[in-house]
């Protein structure tokens, strides 16, 4: 999966098309904006439109917006017309456009990312809180959701030598999702306590084959957005620390039903 920015595609109209299916009322009102070239003018300058895509079929697509429904400049920015086709619900695919979100925001240096809707037990998956009501621009109640955009210190993490055990080796099936196999060999750090009040899951990095036990040394923490534990990513002793690039790709796997970041 690829998520790509509309107003950057060399051929926006092969994405447009596709949005155009949407059966949603919102989206629908998105696709007359983009077609009346008033995105801009709409959300703000400095906005998003961005597309969840696998190969050239669009999955999910949802506006970074610097200004949305409710007219408080103070809030901002907006996650607006977050929405994924039928075919493509249930693995929470959004999910990875509201990080991208918050990616932007943090980069940006906002505090908060706000979100309206009318909707009850959804956003709440993906780590939004809800905040307060409030009348879009049109009189209409709406309900605003929050998510904190924090700065994680792992320093005290990073760099510590650690041993534990791997419960679920490189090749084998997910205990609960049998059909999910690991691609890489995923365990915990014994006596460390975890979120989940469990002993603290850990990725394996530095080899290719499945073990039972490791010694390494953390080179980096996944931190999940939407969830009460973060992933540590250990290398083994005398091998080379994988690059981020490496080990979004090792993890995705499992990852890519979280909302998350990685830190170094």
């Known amino acids: 999966m690829t998520i790509r920015e509309y107003h950057q595609q060399d051929d926006p109209a092969l994405w447009l098309e596709q949005l155009l299916l949407c059966d949603w ?8 904006v983009l077609t009346e070239n008033r995105f801009f003018s709409e959300f703000g300058p400095g906005s998003r439109l961005l597309l969840l895509t696998e190969g050239e079929k669009l999955l999910s697509f949802c ?13 901002t920015p907006w996650a607006g017309f977050v929405y994924t086709f039928p075919a493509c619900r249930g693995k929470r695919r959004a999910g990875k456009l509201l990080e991208r979100v918050y990616q932007i925001a943090k980069e940006e240096g906002h505090p908060w990312v706000y979100l309206a809707t009318e909707e009850e037990g959804l956003y709440e998956k993906y780590g939004f809180v809800y905040w307060k009501n409030a009348q879009d621009r049109h009189g209409a109640p709406t309900r605003i959701y929050r998510l904190a955009v924090k700065r994680q210190d792992y320093s005290q993490v990073l760099g510590t030598r650690v041993s534990g055990k791997i419960d679920r080796p490189l090749g084998s099936g997910h205990p609960r999702h049998p059909e999910m196999i690991y691609p890489i060999n995923y365990g915990y750090v014994e006596g460390v306590m975890a979120g989940d009040g469990a002993e603290q899951d850990v990725y394996l990095f530095g080899t290719d084959q499945p073990v039972r036990d490791f ?50």
């Open 25 to 32: 009322r919102a989206g629908r009102y998105l696709c007359r």
């Open 63 to 75: 506006v970074y917006a610097r200004q949305d429904c409710v007219p408080i400049p103070s809030w």
């Open 215 to 264: 010694t390494g040394t953390v080179t980096g923490v996944y931190h999940r957005l939407n969830d009460c534990e973060d992933k540590w990513i250990v290398c083994l002793d005398g091998k080379k620390p994988p690059s981020r690039e490496e080990i979004l790709s090792a993890i995705a796997f499992q990852e890519q039903y979280f909302m998350g970041e990685l830190y170094l």
